[in-house]
Structures are given as structure tokens and as C-alpha cells.
């Protein structure tokens, strides 16, 4: 816009320079525009954008130059000092288009040094504290440096300290979604599941080979092996890891307000029902639903679940009217679902939708030097928490974790490893911190279980002994590796 133009109608002037620098998110392209506007609008050959850092007014720095060479050491000198100091100190835009006879600038060195022929300063306010200030001068012409100018470059300023305060906050706003991103990534990806034994790769390979189905996935395992854990990977490893991941613990609710929680219900379906209710299968639409302790789950809501994975539809209690979905299912139980098939608690039919892609956890006694790995990882985030020095396991420490059974799996190691890092005395966890009873040991195996669960539990140590090879494994338990390929086909291993 020519200057002529500004100065006929700078209202017009004002709306088209603030619609074009209001559309620039990126601070250092912002800056430029900003200061080419002004050094063009007024004719000026040299300019700079000074910004104070870190909010501190004691800090000015330059963030920009045009034809000034501004030394780090000192990037102002006497003369665009003391014009700088006095527009912020008047918080208005202040011009000297008559240097030689400003008796506020005129005694400056630098004026006869540099030639100086006029000079201006803009200071830069959000919400009346100072930011900045662009400060430009003329070596040619006065030029545009007039007082009639002096009201639009104040309306001037007002807009460039906008759109510079909209500019940090869209930097802010985009490096704080990247920390988020990658705390989100680094919370659940893949490599957030820490195993390097055989079972625990084969589960790796499943998650990456499925991730990006829709297809229902039922996983399997003894409770506190993770599986929670694997669901969220499979949703935040695909291409859905931008939907809604929604998590039901089934076993922790009675039927009727499973019901209610799953489905939703209408206003005035039943007592205490005072408004209408999304259900968690609405709140998971377009991302996944992972059921945990599916197993649980009584035969009425059974039907209904059964509904949903046929029809990929779900019904409010007290409405008639079907409600569509799009959600991918994740079911998780420690129970055996082929035995409460059999014996009659759990739908054939059901078991068979939910058992599409079967991916089974290993407990921790079956994982070899898993634990020593889980075990440093937990000591790392315990010791940050507790503000300890902690640095790792002694021999006897490390002896005693592959020793034990872990009944409880990776859930009782990382409750241990805290424990022992708040009850450790020195830069090394012992056994004695552990506290770990030496009956746990995996060469006793424990009572209480059935011939088939016996049979299971033999395999699946002499497969982690021989790193789940099945022909040496199976050498060793003198069966043949037509047996084990079906039993281990049979147990999802």
C-alpha cells in the first residue's frame, strides 16, 4: 500500500496491514513482515524489532535487523538507546524528524557518526506490559518521518504486538502438542513393552501384524501380565491412535450398572436415572473398546455384547431404537473361556466372535530375564519419584528376582521394586530390600493346580530354557513337536 494512500485513509490502511499480519504464525516470518511494512510505510533505510527476553525488562534484546550491524555485546548504541528508553518509557511512538535541533537526541555521537538524518521508535505492549519496540531511522530523507504519522504507527504497533502475542501463542500451543505427542508415543509404542524373551517377541510380532485391523482381539493371561498394556498398544500403534481408546473393567461392576455403563440409558429408565446417558460403546465410536475380565461378564449382558459384535450396534436401556457404531473390540480375561465354555458360564457363540485374534500374555516366571529388564526399568522410575540414587541390583538382588515365581507377575514386581527403593540403604538394591521369600522359587511348582495347568506350566518353562525352540524343547520333555505344536496351538501360545 502506497503511503500516500495510509495517509488518506488510515483506517482502511490499518485493516489491510492487520488482516495480512494476523494470518502469519510463525514469529521470525512475523517480525520480518511487521518491520518491512514499517520501514517502506515511512521510508526509513535501517530498522530493527527488539524484544525483551523471557518477559524480563531488564533484557532487551534484538530479535531482527535491516542494514544495522548490532554486535552481541552491545547491539544498541548511545543514540537508538536513549530513543528506544524514551518510547518505552512514554509507552507511545515517538519520532525526531529533526534531529539536529532534538534537544532530546541531539547531543548523541553516534548522530554525526552514522549520518543520522531521523529517527523513530514503536514500543510493542500486550495488555499494557511492554514486550518490545521496533525502532527504524532514515540516513537519506526525513521521508515519511512527519507527525502526521505518528498516530497510525501507534494504532500500528497496537496491531503488530497482536499478532506477535497470537504468534507465541500458536509456538507455544505447537510445542506443547509435540511434548504431548511424544509422551503419548512414548507412553504407549511398542517399544514401551519391555521384553526381549521369545514369548514376549512373538507377542511384539502379533501387535505389529494386527495393529491395523479392526478385527476383535481377545487377549489372554494371567492377571497383572500387562494385558491392559498390549490393548493400548494395538490402538495407539494403528491408524485409529488419534480416536477415543476406552477402557471397562467388566469385573469390578454389578449387571445392572454394567448395563448402564456400557450402553447408556434413557431419562427415567429406572430409579436414579434423571438424565439421558452415552454409553461407553457411543464414547468409543471411531476408536477402540477394551473390555477387561470379559470373563466376568453375567449371561444377560453376554446377549448383549453378542449384539454388538454381530449387528455394530448397541441399544440404550429404555429406548427401542438401535444406535449405530464403529468401534474395534479388545477383550481381556485371565480365565480359561474354553473351560467356562464348557462347563456352561460363558457363550460358545460369544467366545467364538471374541476369539478372532487370540494373543496370549506369558507370566513372568516364564520370561526368563525379563524380570532383571522390567526390574531396572521400574528401578529408574522409582528412583526418580522418590528423589533417591538408586542406581541398579546386586548380585545376590538379581539372583533372588530370577529365583521367584512372581505369583503376581510384572504388577507385585513393580510394587517390590518400589517398595525396595524407598527401604534401600545404599546405591544398590539387596535381596533383603526385595523381600522376597525364597518359597517362590520356579523349581517348586506351586500346588493347588490341575493336571492340564501343571502340563502348561512345564512347557512353558521348558520353552523359555530353550529359548522357544520347539524341536529342542520338546526333545527335552521327551514328547514329540507334533504334541506340542498342538498343545501350544491349544493354550494361544
Same mark, same amino acid.
Given at each position: 500500500?502506497?503511503?500516500?494512500?495510509?495517509?488518506?485513509?488510515?483506517?482502511? @490502511?490499518?485493516? @489491510?496491514?492487520?488482516?495480512? $499480519?494476523?494470518?502469519?504464525?510463525?514469529?521470525?516470518?512475523?517480525?520480518?513482515?511487521?518491520?518491512?511494512?514499517?520501514?517502506?510505510?515511512?521510508?526509513?533505510?535501517?530498522?530493527?524489532?527488539?524484544?525483551?527476553?523471557?518477559?524480563?525488562?531488564?533484557?532487551?534484546?534484538? +530479535?531482527?535487523?535491516?542494514?544495522?550491524?548490532?554486535? !552481541?555485546?552491545?547491539?544498541?548504541?548511545?543514540?537508538? +538507546?536513549?530513543?528506544?528508553?524514551?518510547?518505552?518509557?512514554?509507552?507511545?511512538?515517538? $519520532?525526531?524528524?529533526?534531529?539536529?535541533?532534538?534537544?532530546?537526541?541531539?547531543?548523541?555521537?553516534?548522530?554525526?557518526?552514522?549520518?543520522?538524518?531521523?529517527?523513530? #521508535?514503536? !514500543?510493542? /505492549?500486550?495488555?499494557?506490559? !511492554?514486550?518490545?519496540?521496533?525502532?527504524?531511522?532514515?540516513?537519506?530523507?526525513?521521508?515519511?518521518?512527519?507527525?502526521?504519522?505518528?498516530?497510525?504507527?501507534? @494504532?500500528?504497533?497496537?496491531?503488530?504486538?497482536?499478532?506477535?502475542?497470537?504468534?507465541?501463542?500458536?509456538?507455544?500451543?505447537?510445542?506443547?502438542?509435540?511434548?504431548?505427542?511424544?509422551?503419548?508415543?512414548?507412553?504407549?509404542?511398542?517399544?514401551?513393552?519391555?521384553?526381549?524373551?521369545?514369548?514376549?517377541?512373538?507377542?511384539?510380532?502379533?501387535?505389529?501384524?494386527?495393529?491395523?485391523?479392526?478385527?476383535?482381539?481377545?487377549?489372554?493371561?494371567?492377571?497383572?501380565?500387562?494385558?491392559?498394556?498390549?490393548?493400548?498398544?494395538?490402538?495407539?500403534?494403528?491408524?485409529?491412535?488419534?480416536?477415543?481408546? $476406552?477402557?471397562?473393567? #467388566?469385573?469390578?461392576?454389578?449387571?445392572?450398572?454394567?448395563?448402564?455403563?456400557?450402553?447408556?440409558?434413557?431419562?427415567?429408565?429406572?430409579?436414579?436415572?434423571?438424565?439421558?446417558?452415552?454409553?461407553?460403546?457411543?464414547?468409543?465410536?471411531?476408536?477402540?473398546?477394551?473390555?477387561?475380565?470379559?470373563?466376568?461378564?453375567?449371561?444377560?449382558?453376554?446377549?448383549?455384547?453378542?449384539?454388538?459384535?454381530?449387528? &455394530?450396534?448397541?441399544?440404550?436401556?429404555?429406548?427401542?431404537?438401535?444406535?449405530?457404531?464403529?468401534?474395534?473390540?479388545?477383550?481381556?480375561?485371565?480365565?480359561?473361556?474354553?473351560?467356562?465354555?464348557?462347563?456352561? &458360564?460363558? /457363550?460358545?457363540?460369544?467366545?467364538?466372535?471374541?476369539?478372532?485374534?487370540?494373543?496370549?500374555?506369558?507370566?513372568?516366571?516364564?520370561?526368563?530375564?525379563? *524380570?532383571?529388564?522390567?526390574?531396572?526399568?521400574?528401578?529408574?522410575?522409582?528412583?526418580?519419584?522418590?528423589?533417591?540414587? *538408586?542406581?541398579?541390583?546386586?548380585?545376590?538382588?538379581?539372583?533372588?528376582?530370577?529365583?521367584?515365581?512372581?505369583?503376581?507377575?510384572?504388577?507385585?514386581?513393580?510394587? #517390590?521394586?518400589?517398595?525396595?527403593?524407598?527401604?534401600?540403604?545404599?546405591?544398590?538394591?539387596?535381596?533383603?530390600?526385595?523381600?522376597?521369600?525364597?518359597?517362590?522359587?520356579? =523349581?517348586?511348582? !506351586?500346588?493347588?493346580?490341575?493336571?492340564?495347568?501343571?502340563?502348561?506350566?512345564?512347557?512353558?518353562?521348558?520353552?523359555?530354557?530353550?529359548?522357544?525352540?520347539? =524341536?529342542?524343547?520338546? /526333545?527335552?520333555?521327551?514328547?514329540? +513337536? /507334533?504334541?506340542?505344536?498342538?498343545?501350544?496351538?491349544?493354550?494361544?501360545?
Amino acid at each position: 500500500m502506497e503511503r500516500t494512500d495510509i495517509l488518506k485513509d488510515p483506517l482502511k @490502511a490499518l485493516s @489491510a496491514i492487520s488482516e495480512t $499480519i494476523n494470518t502469519i504464525y510463525d514469529l521470525d516470518e512475523l517480525l520480518r513482515k511487521i518491520l518491512d511494512i514499517v520501514l517502506k510505510t515511512v521510508n526509513a533505510q535501517r530498522g530493527m524489532v527488539l524484544m525483551f527476553e523471557d518477559g524480563q525488562t531488564d533484557k532487551l534484546r534484538v +530479535r531482527l535487523s535491516h542494514n544495522i550491524d548490532t554486535p !552481541p555485546d552491545q547491539p544498541l548504541d548511545r543514540f537508538s +538507546r536513549s530513543v528506544v528508553e524514551a518510547a518505552l518509557k512514554e509507552g507511545e511512538t515517538i $519520532i525526531s524528524y529533526n534531529i539536529l535541533q532534538d534537544d532530546r537526541f541531539s547531543t548523541a555521537q553516534s548522530i554525526a557518526e552514522q549520518k543520522i538524518v531521523a529517527a523513530a #521508535c514503536l !514500543p510493542l /505492549r500486550i495488555k499494557s506490559q !511492554p514486550i518490545g519496540a521496533i525502532y527504524i531511522d532514515s540516513t537519506e530523507t526525513r521521508g515519511q518521518f512527519r507527525p502526521e504519522m505518528e498516530p497510525f504507527l501507534n @494504532a500500528f504497533a497496537h496491531q503488530a504486538a497482536i499478532a506477535i502475542e497470537n504468534a507465541q501463542m500458536y509456538e507455544r500451543l505447537r510445542i506443547e502438542n509435540r511434548r504431548l505427542r511424544k509422551t503419548l508415543q512414548s507412553k504407549h509404542e511398542i517399544s514401551g513393552i519391555i521384553g526381549r524373551s521369545p514369548a514376549m517377541l512373538r507377542v511384539l510380532e502379533t501387535i505389529r501384524n494386527v495393529a491395523d485391523t479392526r478385527a476383535t482381539v481377545l487377549i489372554l493371561g494371567e492377571s497383572g501380565t500387562g494385558k491392559e498394556l498390549v490393548a493400548r498398544a494395538l490402538h495407539f500403534n494403528s491408524r485409529y491412535h488419534d480416536k477415543p481408546f $476406552i477402557a471397562c473393567f #467388566c469385573g469390578s461392576l454389578p449387571e445392572t450398572l454394567l448395563e448402564s455403563e456400557l450402553f447408556g440409558h434413557k431419562a427415567g429408565s429406572f430409579t436414579g436415572a434423571t438424565h439421558d446417558k452415552k454409553g461407553l460403546f457411543e464414547e468409543a465410536h471411531g476408536g477402540t473398546f477394551f473390555l477387561d475380565e470379559i470373563g466376568d461378564i453375567s449371561p444377560r449382558v453376554q446377549v448383549q455384547l453378542l449384539r454388538v459384535l454381530q449387528e &455394530r450396534e448397541i441399544k440404550r436401556i429404555g429406548e427401542n431404537q438401535p444406535r449405530k457404531i464403529d468401534v474395534r473390540i479388545i477383550a481381556a480375561t485371565n480365565k480359561d473361556l474354553k473351560k467356562e465354555v464348557e462347563e456352561g &458360564r460363558f /457363550r460358545e457363540d460369544l467366545y467364538y466372535r471374541l476369539n478372532v485374534i487370540t494373543i496370549y500374555m506369558p507370566p513372568l516366571r516364564a520370561r526368563g530375564d525379563d *524380570v532383571i529388564l522390567l526390574a531396572q526399568h521400574f528401578l529408574d522410575q522409582a528412583a526418580q519419584k522418590a528423589e533417591k540414587p *538408586v542406581q541398579g541390583f546386586s548380585d545376590d538382588a538379581i539372583e533372588a528376582m530370577r529365583n521367584y515365581s512372581w505369583p503376581g507377575n510384572v504388577r507385585e514386581l513393580e510394587n #517390590c521394586i518400589e517398595r525396595a527403593v524407598l527401604l534401600a540403604k545404599s546405591d544398590f538394591i539387596t535381596s533383603k530390600d526385595l523381600q522376597i521369600e525364597p518359597e517362590g522359587r520356579i =523349581s517348586s511348582l !506351586p500346588s493347588g493346580l490341575t493336571m492340564q495347568e501343571y502340563e502348561r506350566l512345564i512347557v512353558e518353562q521348558a520353552l523359555n530354557e530353550h529359548q522357544g525352540n520347539v =524341536s529342542e524343547t520338546a /526333545r527335552a520333555l521327551g514328547v514329540s +513337536r /507334533r504334541w506340542l505344536h498342538y498343545r501350544l496351538k491349544e493354550w494361544g501360545l
